[in-house]
T-cell receptor, first 112, second 113 residues
Framework: EPEVTQTPSHQVTQMGQEVILRCVPISNHLYFYWYRQILGQKVEFLVSFYNNEISEKSEIFDDQFSVERPDGSNFTLKIRSTKLEDSAMYFC??????????FGNGTRLTVT | DQQVKQNSPSLSVQEGRISILNCDYTNSMFDYFLWYKKYPAEGPTFLISISSIKDKNEDGRFTVFLNKSAKHLSLHIVPSQPGDSAVYFCAAMSRDSNYQLIWGAGTKLIIKP
């Protein structure tokens, strides 16, 4: 069964550094999402992406965050200048229209 | 503003018995509800969903019930198996919010042998 893959599984970075989290969605999916879960807290929506543009974003997704679909297969989340509070599990998801989201296994980001 | 609430952080059930996971919501505009299951160190896995025009959806051992007047949904797992031990998330979405998923906090289900 096709799946969403995320790399790396764990990323450690220093505060203030830029980090790029990578995702390969399921190939025929058109809608792409990033979520995060801070340890012990709820899963939070960050951003949705369709037709090469952001369709929806949350308050968390400020100017430090950006998303890109640089080619036909990858979907990336960039955090420009990481803060300690960005430490979380980041989940990528994809879907076709009107169908449940399929999630990757996540990237654990640790900001030190 | 917690639009989706799962008030039980954990639930322990004997193997073979029924597990009932509950979820309440406040936004009457939600038109689609989903249950996801999450194992440690893995992403959430879709389990079952229900449209707001239905009151029940069944898939094997899993049944979701929706009570729109009470703004309440529940997931029933019968019979419960050890592999069902996981964190279960209730999520809701509406067309108005561009299918943005609103998540509950999750309920950790422990199946005792």
């Amino acid at each position: 069964e096709p799946e969403v893959t995320q790399t790396p599984s764990h990323q450690v970075t220093q505060m203030g550094q830029e980090v790029i989290l990578r995702c390969v969605p399921i190939s025929n999916h058109l809608y792409f999402y990033w979520y995060r879960q801070i340890l012990g807290q709820k899963v939070e929506f960050l951003v949705s992406f369709y037709n090469n543009e952001i369709s929806e974003k949350s308050e968390i997704f400020d100017d430090q965050f950006s998303v890109e679909r640089p080619d036909g297969s990858n979907f990336t989340l960039k955090i420009r200048s990481t803060k300690l509070e960005d430490s979380a599990m980041y989940f990528c998801a994809s879907s076709v229209e009107n169908s449940p989201l399929h999630f990757g296994n996540g990237t654990r980001l640790t900001v030190t | 503003d917690q639009q989706v609430k799962q008030n039980s952080p954990s639930l322990s059930v004997q193997e073979g018995r029924i597990s009932i996971l509950n979820c309440d919501y406040t936004n009457s505009m939600f038109d689609y509800f989903l249950w996801y299951k999450k194992y440690p160190a893995e992403g959430p896995t879709f389990l079952i969903s229900i449209s707001s025009i239905k009151d029940k959806n069944e898939d094997g051992r899993f049944t979701v019930f929706l009570n729109k007047s009470a703004k309440h949904l529940s997931l029933h797992i019968v019979p419960s198996q050890p592999g069902d031990s996981a964190v279960y998330f209730c999520a809701a979405m509406s067309r108005d919010s561009n299918y943005q998923l609103i998540w509950g906090a999750g309920t950790k289900l422990i199946i005792k042998p």
